[in-house]
């Protein structure tokens, strides 16, 4: 898998636009293992309610979903290829922009019915040692209809990602298409981009910069979601 993303491409967009999104990283099969996994430690009561900030208090108005955070010493098989993904990734941005990316962290993250998470940065003021967001989502199925999309947000005020404005004044880059596969096609309404949590699809922002939400969503919603850190 590893051998045919196109890093440049990635890495640059990354670097105009906040993020990018690969379709198909992981196919079903271990996306299946990896619900089953889930649905295994959930029986066992591994499970805990999400947090908020730099405390991580439970704020139930503010987000809900209910997580389990992964021993990055002993980290569940199935996690194998996001973990080289993200290994290559970091030592690729420390090469080229000297990020200091040192370490990983990322947790199972469940959304039963119900269940969001507002708008917000997940650095905020550089708080913590997050800088670069992943998220693996593992829905198979998804229709739109069950919600839960990222809502990935953008303050046309800020250069990134409008670059030049065309002389309609929306930036061209708001016409992009970002991603056009058999999922799904997507591109900007105005000042945001819905992202559907479809099996396989890996979404990987800009942590200190990037607003963003969750919707609510209908149905229970899987990912796995982590950090690369300072
Ligand atoms: C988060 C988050 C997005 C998602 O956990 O900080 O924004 O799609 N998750 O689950
Ligand atoms: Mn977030």
Redesign the pocket.
């Known amino acids: 898998m590893t051998a045919t993303i196109d890093w440049s491409g990635h890495i640059s967009a990354l670097e105009g636009r906040g993020f990018f999104v690969l379709e198909n990283f992981l196919e079903d099969g271990y996306c299946n293992r990896l619900i089953q996994d889930f649905d295994r430690r959930r029986e066992l009561g591994e499970f805990q309610d999400?947090g908020v900030g730099a405390s991580a208090e439970v704020q139930k108005k503010i987000r809900q979903?209910e997580l389990i955070w992964l021993d990055p010493e002993d980290p569940p098989d199935a996690f194998g290829q996001l973990l080289s993904f993200i290994e290559e990734l970091q030592s690729r941005l420390n090469q080229q922009y000297y990020m200091g990316l040192k370490d990983w962290e990322a947790f199972y993250?469940v959304?039963r019915p119900g269940s969001y998470?507002r708008r917000?940065i997940?650095n905020f003021r550089g708080k913590n040692r997050r800088i670069i967001?992943f998220?693996l989502?593992l829905n198979q199925n998804w229709e739109k209809q069950k919600g839960g999309q990222?809502r990935i947000y953008w303050d046309p005020g800020k250069a990134s990602p409008s670059s030049n404005p065309g002389a309609s004044g929306i930036p061209e880059s708001r016409k992009e298409i970002i991603v056009s596969s058999e999922n799904d096609v997507l591109k900007w309404q105005e000042c945001y981009l819905d992202i559907e949590?479809v099996a396989g699809r890996l979404?990987v922002f800009y942590a200190p910069e990037l607003e963003?939400?969750?919707l609510p969503c209908f149905s229970d919603?899987y990912?796995i979601?982590g950090w690369l850190r300072r």
């Open positions: 999400a979903s993250s959304y998470y917000h997940d967001t998220i989502y990222l949590p979404v963003h939400e969750v919603r990912c979601t």
